[in-house]
């Protein structure tokens, strides 16, 4: 017997930082025009760490899919420009 299909309501992201930020924003953008709420939570007390997730080529894309104008994005973050990681 299948089970009815309900539409998602809400998702929540737990966890901050980066990756918590970056996989609610690729949500709210696949769930755009549906009626899906999507919350983040994150700790007051615990920081964020950058470790470079913007050095990867698809981090464009990212940029791009999420409709975040690349020259707005630097200026705004006031981010420096890195050839690479190891």
Known sequence: MDTPHRPLKKICVVGGGTAGWIAAALMAEHFKGLQCE???VESDEIGTIGVGESTVPPFLQL???????EAAFIRETQASFKLGIE
């Open 38 to 40: 999507i919350e983040l």
């Open 63 to 69: 940029l791009t899919k999420l409709g975040v104008d």
